[in-house]
């Protein structure tokens, strides 16, 4: 049974606390730090979380219960990575699903949030970039910071809540809130559209089946990884591995696409102005429907590539 803490009033509002004396990572990792990878090497999901009584499993179990985790201490990497998804590998569905909150009574470091779809994070203290897949929101609690996921923002609508640094009119999505994120429009799947001002980090658009993202800037490693569709769009850079293990959909690099492009790529199209696959990816000239994409996009064929 979980400590209760404070009335009972509602079996909803039930809270597991936990208390950290040291940096802890992948608290409420959905995906227990890819088990699958690893296989309990690297995080056992029964393990105890240092200091208390309760495991990893036990956190992810309940918010799942769309109940409340309540951390007092610092918080290490991988905060709630992956939050909200029925992880396939576990049994599950494969798609988002209605999850409870996480409060931190302190500080969290970086890629806070990474792949989250679902869920709320508030944080009294203070937080390290790159975050994952989130906004900011006016706090409903005082003292607290209150982040949500954008895929969740973009699918399910603002609810009366307000954003900070970032504007949503319809199904379009504005970000210009400064921050470096991983995993921008994780999961997406509606056609919907994400444009973020500046540079995003890791994976961008990772697991998208529809819709379109777009980074006004320049993105890291694994840009469209595991793309099942939609359009990934970045107007500059990208670091390596872009297309690794893409399954079906558009990639447009308006700059350098990196190295080892397309690694294990199984379809779809990357159209960059540079880039060095591996293959299978190849590099092609473009053939008159690339070219007609680019235009349709806004883009001047010029110096463009296809890799597929």
Request: proline share 2%.
């Amino acid at each position: 049974m979980f400590k209760i803490f404070g009335q009972k009033k509602d079996e909803k509002e039930d809270i597991l606390e936990i208390v950290l004396t040291e940096e802890v990572d992948c608290v409420g990792d959905f995906t227990y730090n890819f088990y699958w990878q690893h296989q309990g090497e690297k995080l056992d999901p029964d393990e105890k979380i240092p200091g208390n009584d309760y495991s990893f499993r036990d956190v992810v179990e309940h918010l799942k219960a769309k109940k409340t985790v309540k951390i007092k201490g610092n918080v290490g990497h991988r905060l709630c990575s992956s939050m909200g998804v029925d992880i396939k590998y576990f049994g599950g569905s494969s798609q988002d699903i209605e999850v409870g909150t996480v409060i931190v009574d302190g500080n969290v470091d970086s890629r806070m949030g990474i792949s989250m779809v679902r869920g709320t994070i508030y944080i009294k203290g203070e937080f390290k970039t790159p975050i994952g897949n989130l906004l900011e929101l006016k706090s409903d609690k005082k003292g607290y910071r209150k982040f949500k996921s954008i895929t969740d923002i973009v699918k399910n609508g603002l609810n009366g809540e307000k954003l900070i640094g970032a504007q949503l009119s319809g199904k379009r999505l504005l970000i210009n809130d400064g921050l470096v994120k991983d995993t921008v429009g994780a999961r997406l799947d509606i056609d919907a559209e994400i444009v973020m001002e500046g540079d995003a980090d890791l994976s961008t658009g990772i697991l998208m089946r529809q819709g379109r993202v777009i980074i006004n800037g320049n993105a890291g490693k694994n840009t469209g990884a595991l793309l099942n569709g939609g359009t990934v769009v970045i107007n500059g850079d990208c670091d390596d591995f872009t297309a690794i293990e893409m399954k079906k959909g558009l990639i447009i690099v308006n700059g350098d696409a990196g190295k080892f492009l397309g690694a294990q790529k199984k379809k779809g199209k990357v159209l960059a102005k540079k880039g060095s696959p591996i293959p299978p990816t190849t590099k092609k000239m473009l053939d008159e429907a690339d070219k007609k994409i680019l235009l349709q996009q806004g883009y001047n064929p010029h110096h463009f590539q296809a890799f597929e």
